[in-house]
């Protein structure tokens, strides 16, 4: 007997109610033509219709009882993929997945003196200590971070123009917040919550703005969506259950440098730039042709894809792609049978630019409907989209992310099993669904947020034109992109880190093209979404006399 958790009465106990959809290991089969995951829950032998309503078992006499998946049951399992049973217990085996490799030999212990001499202390992990050493990275933007520019306490600070923070909301945002936990906050929040991967109250919350903002092709609903601390755990906790050490994704370049620390830290996937062409070309179908390209030259390396990323709006160009580009995307995975991930974390933080007209609204990758829109089958299951309050929200330091995959109920299930590492914080959970629910005021945020962003970015890129700098054409995100490099006559990475460390030394800093992996020297991320007084304070920097050229920009 099929269910729909939509028919599952309110006064039904949680405990008989299904887990946000996710069903169990043995009810799922995958084709392309497989429906929401609501439609594929059974109810379990144990669940005993009675007087109308759900009720567990009370007696563990019948040993279906116990192999069925009643809260008992599940406290001698793992979820997805169980521990083998122990000898002679009779238990089930999992037979589901292929049997993994062994695992890799660790390097060798060495002696306890060998071991101070490198870890300082016992052996680390290999795990831990066979990546990328991102320490010196972040103990630099620690002293960034702990020197910012402010015009009361900190004066001689450093104004941070690099990293992609909107404050323009600030008084909105600290208004919401001081009225969302004082009308909203319950003793609930400060328990467990209702569920062990999110609320059901956030779940709610998204499930409406994707609804009403993200024009899906099908109904996003609660049980479709993990939420996470912010969408650099979501990330890492996506490509940790896609994909296996060693195998790779492609993405285009110049892309977001977060992604090398939220795919590579944990996951140790390899992240393969693709190097798309300048300009328009660079959102146009025709770039999957060097995506294609690069498949096989990487797959000719013994190295195998398994995953794209397209981040829309892109960062850094700040630009949306047009819906015959996102359809390309989908249409390359579906041919090479790759997962396709859409960052959309600035999804509503899309401006008017009067000197970009033609340019394209936000499309997300859950409108596209592949089959009816290019005649082609598309495994639905492939299709993960990940988004966050940071970037449109102007909350960078709440740590709120979301991932809705709709046709993938094992991937979520597979991910609740770690969802506990990233659960958010009740006050965070409760701040971000007391707006979201309230459609009225959600609306006018939105609209205020990108009438302010059209007018910072107007500024920003009216300051650079007038010195006869090179700004790209963009209509989303928090930032421009800038050819510093044709203006000061330079083409050449080592002169593009000068520059950067020029900047910084007097007192601005902004990001370099070559920390997203762009092959083209000269250019930069600069960040337009800050305090007017931080604009004017990095404009006199720039400009100073310390700098070398600034007889050039002035």
Avoid at 18 to 30: E, K
Avoid at 446 to 456: M, Q
Wanted: some cysteine; charged content about 20%.
């Amino acid at each position: 007997m099929s269910i729909q958790s939509s028919s599952l009465s309110i006064n039904t106990r949680y405990s008989l109610q299904p887990p946000c959809g996710l069903p169990s290991p043995s009810s799922h089969t995958r084709s392309s033509s497989t429906p929401p995951s609501t439609r594929i829950l059974t109810v379990q032998p144990n669940l005993r219709l009675e007087d109308g309503k759900y009720r567990e078992s009370t007696t563990l006499d019948d040993e279906d009882d116990l192999k069925s998946e009643t809260l008992i049951s599940c406290f001698g399992s793992l979820s997805v993929s169980s521990l083998p049973p122990k000898s002679g217990s009779g238990g089930p085996i999992i037979t589901r997945f292929p049997k993994p490799p062994p695992p890799q030999p660790s390097s060798e212990l060495g002696t306890r003196e060998e071991q101070r001499r490198i870890y300082l202390g016992p052996k680390l992990s290999d795990r831990a200590t066979g990546g990328p050493d991102a320490g010196p990275l972040i103990d630099r933007f620690s002293c960034l971070f702990q020197d910012q520019y402010d015009c009361v306490s900190n004066p001689k600070g450093i104004v941070s123009l690099g990293v992609a923070e909107n404050f323009l909301m600030q008084d909105e945002c600290m208004e919401l917040m001081s009225t969302a936990l004082k009308d909203n906050f319950t003793p609930l929040d400060l328990s467990y919550g209702d569920s062990l991967w999110g609320s059901r109250r956030i779940n709610r919350a998204l499930a409406g703005l994707f609804n009403e903002y993200f024009d899906p092709a099908e109904v996003v609903r609660p049980e479709q969506i993990i939420t996470g601390v912010g969408c650099s755990a979501v990330l890492d906790q996506l490509f940790y259950t896609l994909m296996d050490e060693g195998e790779a994704i492609l993405l285009a370049a110049p892309y977001y440098t977060g992604f090398d620390r939220d795919l590579i830290g944990r996951g140790r996937v390899r992240l393969v730039p693709v190097h798309v062409p300048i300009g328009e070309a660079a959102f146009q179908p025709d770039c999957l042709k060097l995506f294609e390209e690069k498949l096989k030259e990487v797959e000719s390396e013994g190295i195998r894809v398994r995953a794209v990323i397209v981040c829309n709006p892109q960062n850094p160009l700040g630009r949306t792609y047009p819906r015959e580009t996102l359809l390309a995307y989908a249409k390359f995975c579906e041919e090479k049978d790759l997962h396709l991930v859409s960052d959309e974390i600035y999804a509503l933080s899309v401006y008017d630019n009067p000197d970009f007209l033609q340019a394209h609204p936000f499309t997300s990758m859950l409108s596209l409907n592949v089959e009816k829109e290019m005649g082609i089958e598309f495994d639905k299951a492939r299709l993960h989209v990940v988004y966050g309050m940071s970037k449109d929200f102007c909350s960078n330091g709440l740590r709120i992310g979301s991932l809705v995959s709709q046709h993938n109920p094992l991937l979520l299930r597979a991910m609740a099993n770690t969802s506990m590492l990233m659960k958010i914080s009740s006050p965070a959970d409760v701040i971000w669904s007391t707006l979201l629910l309230d459609s009225t005021r959600l609306k006018a945020f939105i609209s205020l947020n990108r009438k302010r962003l059209t007018e910072a970015h107007g500024f920003i890129r009216k300051w650079f034109v007038d010195r006869g700098v090179e700004v790209a054409n963009s209509n989303a995100g928090n930032f421009i992109w800038v050819n510093l490099g044709k203006s000061l006559g330079f083409d050449d990475a080592q002169t593009e880190k000068k520059v950067f460390q020029k900047l910084l030394d007097g007192g601005v800093y902004i990001a370099p093209g070559s920390a997203y992996h762009y092959h083209i020297a000269g250019w930069y991320r600069i960040t337009f979404s800050v305090p007017r007084g931080n604009l004017l304070v990095s404009y006199h920097y720039i400009t100073s006399n310390e700098l070398s050229f600034a007889g050039v920009i002035r």
